[in-house]
């Protein structure tokens, strides 16, 4: 089994910047990919960026360039480093991990970033 744990949302102004982390726990060693998903109130949770073996990454057209996942091993934290951050980047922002030879998945709690002046 794998946990995750989310952490660093808050409220940020317009083109700030914050670092979101996950820390996974258990079968660490098991995951073969990992990503961030955002869901924003009154729509369908999407997805922000994923991270395979480490080194390859997917991100969504709406945070090229400005968003940038990454993991430095299976004993650290995903992170999401988040910068010119807009409003509609606001949301509950969830990491996900994919696990084990049966292709598991499962979801962080959750951290809510809210982008606002």
């Known amino acids: 089994q794998v946990q995750l744990v989310e952490s660093g949302g808050g409220l940020v102004q317009p083109g700030g910047s914050l670092r979101l982390s996950c820390a996974a726990s258990?079968?660490?060693?098991?995951?073969?990919?990992m990503g961030w998903y955002r869901q924003a109130p009154g729509k369908q949770r999407e997805l922000v960026a994923t991270?395979?073996?480490?080194?390859?990454?997917n991100y969504a057209d709406s945070v090229k360039g400005r968003f940038t996942i990454s993991r430095d091993g299976a004993k650290n934290p995903l992170y999401l480093q988040m910068n010119s951050l807009k409003p509609e980047d606001t949301g509950v922002y969830y990491c996900?991990?994919?696990?084990?030879?049966?292709?598991?998945?499962?979801w962080g709690q959750g951290t809510l970033v809210t982008v606002s002046s």
């Open positions: 991270i395979t073996s480490g080194t390859i990454t």
């Open positions: 258990g079968s660490i060693f098991s995951i073969y990919a």
């Open positions: 996900k991990a994919d696990y084990g030879r049966a292709n598991l998945e499962v």
